[in-house]
């Protein structure tokens, strides 16, 4: 049973950066995606990112492509979001999620594991 627990999270400036890790324990099968998810009190469960465990491919939601990095490590058995140029809509708490058989990388319903979040602020 794959299990998924974040880490990284916590208070930034506007402009400022973090790096958030999600560790994985079990089996991860190379048909599986990883993606980072976001939650507000407006959004629930807003798409980040998501990465082929297979090739490492990553996709971005609009607004933070070219700002935040999606990367996984297959040996340190991890995804990790690098977060760059961070603006206060960007406050939120963040999770990380895989799925075997992911139809729709942008939809949180493909998703079959979930941590269980981390806070990530950023002040104006």
């Known amino acids: 049973q794959v299990q998924l627990v974040e880490s990284g999270g916590g208070l930034v400036q506007t402009g400022g950066s973090l790096r958030l890790s999600c560790a994985i324990s079990?089996?991860?099968?190379?048909?599986?995606?990883m993606a980072w998810f976001r939650r507000t009190p407006e959004k629930e469960r807003e798409f980040v990112a998501a990465?082929?465990?297979?090739?490492?491919?990553?996709h971005y939601a609009d607004s933070v492509r070219g700002r935040f990095t999606a990367s996984r490590d297959g040996a340190k058995m991890t995804l990790d979001l690098q977060m760059n140029s961070l603006k206060p809509e960007d406050t939120a708490v963040y999770y990380c999620?895989?799925?075997?058989?992911?139809?729709?990388?942008?939809?949180?319903?493909?998703?079959?594991?979930w941590g269980q979040g981390t806070q990530v602020t950023v002040s104006s």
């Open positions: 079990g089996h991860i099968f190379d048909s599986y995606f």
């Open positions: 990465c082929s465990w297979r090739t490492g491919s990553a």
């Open positions: 999620a895989a799925g075997r058989s992911v139809p729709i990388l942008k939809r949180p319903t493909g998703y079959d594991t």
